[in-house]
């Protein structure tokens, strides 16, 4: 496996601009209103260009991926090109869904890698392959063989020309990551899609919006403060699917008034 299998697409701003008039993207102005709150809503959002702003909103619509809770990141490069790249934690929740697993790291040895590259393997051993990892080692082998065979692996790799630029000068990593914790999040990428396959888009859609059964949608997340933790986002807009699904209040205004009253008269006794 190299590292050409990770999901990232450089789109050249100069010569690919979004294209506006393909329906399947959605209308002009649903295309630039999404893209105006990605870049006031989401980490990083703000150093995007109007223009690479909406080709990430045209990604976004056209996968039904949710681009507010990371199943999308986009980022411009060294050189100015927009990247977009899938998200891992989508691929990360189909994957225990369909079969729960325990995750390894090593780093990869310098001599498998380009000079001053990082590299990191990911072993992954799937909840139903520890029979036969205990099989293994009932006959005999040590445990770091039956592993090995019982697992699978994937490697990911951070090249210097990604951490440098031409005139050697230090590029910074995407905000709260370092370049190891990107090696060994495509690691992760690369092994999991050994181990278990890759999930087709009507799963990504399905699962993009789902949280705890319940399912959300766009407006639920777009009146997130800007800079709140993903784990945060997700229960903000859980909390608004709920109250946005809820059935309404058969009860007359009366009924509402008084059983709010015997509400705030019980407090008070409790007081």
């Given at each position: 496996?190299?590292e050409q299998?990770?999901?990232?697409?450089?789109i050249?701003?100069?010569?690919?601009?979004?294209?506006?008039?393909m329906t399947?993207?959605?209308?002009?102005?649903?295309v630039?209103?999404?893209?105006?709150?990605?870049?006031?809503l989401l980490?990083?959002?703000?150093?995007?260009?109007l223009?690479?702003?909406?080709?990430?909103?045209?990604?976004?619509?056209?996968?039904?991926?949710?681009?507010?809770?990371?199943?999308?990141?986009?980022?411009?490069?060294k050189?100015g090109?927009?990247?977009?790249?899938?998200?891992?934690?989508?691929?990360?929740r189909?994957?225990k869904?369909k079969?729960?697993?325990s995750?390894?790291?090593?780093?990869?040895?310098a001599?498998?890698?380009?000079?001053?590259?990082?590299?990191?393997r990911c072993?992954?051993?799937?909840d139903?392959?520890?029979?036969?990892?205990a099989q293994?080692i009932?006959?005999?082998?040590?445990?770091?063989?039956?592993?090995?065979?019982?697992?699978?692996y994937?490697?990911?790799?951070?090249?210097?020309?990604d951490m440098?630029?031409r005139?050697g000068q230090p590029?910074?990593?995407p905000?709260?990551?370092?370049?190891?914790t990107?090696?060994?999040?495509?690691?992760?990428?690369?092994?999991?899609?050994?181990?278990?396959?890759?999930?087709?888009p009507?799963?990504?859609a399905?699962?993009?919006?789902?949280?705890?059964g319940?399912?959300?949608i766009?407006?639920?997340?777009?009146?997130?403060?800007?800079?709140?933790?993903?784990?945060?986002r997700?229960?903000l807009?859980e909390?608004?699917?709920?109250?946005?699904?809820?059935?309404?209040?058969q009860?007359?205004?009366?009924?509402?008034?008084a059983?709010g009253?015997?509400?705030?008269?019980?407090?008070e006794?409790?007081?």
């Amino acid at each position: 496996m190299t590292e050409q299998t990770a999901k990232e697409t450089a789109i050249a701003p100069a010569t690919v601009k979004p294209d506006l008039s393909m329906t399947q993207y959605g209308s002009r102005q649903d295309v630039e209103a999404l893209a105006r709150r990605i870049q006031s809503l989401l980490p990083g959002g703000s150093k995007l260009s109007l223009e690479h702003a909406m080709a990430a909103a045209q990604y976004a619509i056209l996968t039904d991926a949710n681009i507010f809770r990371g199943e999308i990141y986009a980022w411009d490069d060294k050189h100015g090109n927009l990247v977009l790249d899938d998200g891992y934690k989508i691929l990360v929740r189909w994957a225990k869904d369909k079969c729960p697993y325990s995750e390894k790291y090593e780093p990869m040895d310098a001599s498998e890698l380009p000079d001053g590259a990082i590299g990191m393997r990911c072993w992954i051993l799937r909840d139903d392959a520890r029979p036969l990892m205990a099989q293994l080692i009932q006959a005999g082998a040590p445990w770091c063989e039956a592993f090995e065979i019982a697992a699978t692996y994937g490697i990911g790799v951070v090249r210097r020309e990604d951490m440098f630029t031409r005139d050697g000068q230090p590029i910074q990593p995407p905000k709260t990551w370092t370049w190891q914790t990107r090696a060994e999040t495509r690691a992760l990428k690369n092994a999991l899609n050994r181990s278990h396959g890759a999930p087709s888009p009507r799963e990504i859609a399905a699962m993009s919006w789902d949280i705890n059964g319940t399912r959300t949608i766009q407006a639920d997340w777009e009146d997130c403060p800007p800079g709140l933790p993903a784990e945060a986002r997700e229960r903000l807009a859980e909390q608004k699917a709920a109250a946005r699904l809820a059935p309404p209040d058969q009860r007359a205004p009366a009924e509402i008034l008084a059983a709010g009253n015997g509400l705030l008269h019980q407090s008070e006794l409790e007081i």
